[in-house]
Nanobody, 124 residues
Framework: QVQLVESGGGSVQAGGSLRLSCVAF??????MGWFRQAPGKEREGVAV???????VYADSVKGRFTISRDNAKNTLYLQMNSLKPEDTAMYYC????????????????????WGQGTQVTVSS
């Protein structure tokens, strides 16, 4: 049984930073990623750390967000800098890629397990 627990969300002003964490219980798959979903919008990929260590980012977050992991702690991170109001969303952690990292970034069906999410709100 795999359980993913996210934390670190909150409310910040534009230009601020947050770091999200996702702890994997049960089993930590090598391929994990972050997605987000704003009200009324589809869930979209933010960043994926592939099973071979390859990393892919959505164009909208390149240069601002950094995905990383601590294997000793079974934890995935998302460092978010220079936050914008359009980054406001529920952020979800996902694990167990069912396709390549690049494919999984573009398709939520590319992951087998999901966390419950953590809310990020960026005010202007």
């Amino acid at each position: 049984q795999v359980q993913l627990v996210e934390s670190g969300g909150g409310s910040v002003q534009a230009g601020g930073s947050l770091r999200l964490s996702c702890v994997a219980f049960g089993y930590a798959y090598s391929c994990m990623g972050w997605f987000r979903q704003a009200p009324g919008k589809e869930r979209e990929g933010v960043a994926v750390n592939g099973r071979y260590g390859n990393i892919v980012y959505a164009d909208s977050v390149k240069g601002r967000f950094t995905i990383s992991r601590d294997n000793a702690k079974n934890t995935l991170y998302l460092q978010m800098n220079s936050l914008k109001p359009e980054d406001t969303a529920m952020y979800y952690c996902a694990s167990r890629c069912l396709m390549t990292a690049a494919q999984a970034l573009g398709d939520p069906r590319g992951f087998g397990f999901w966390g419950q999410g953590t809310q990020v709100t960026v005010s202007s």
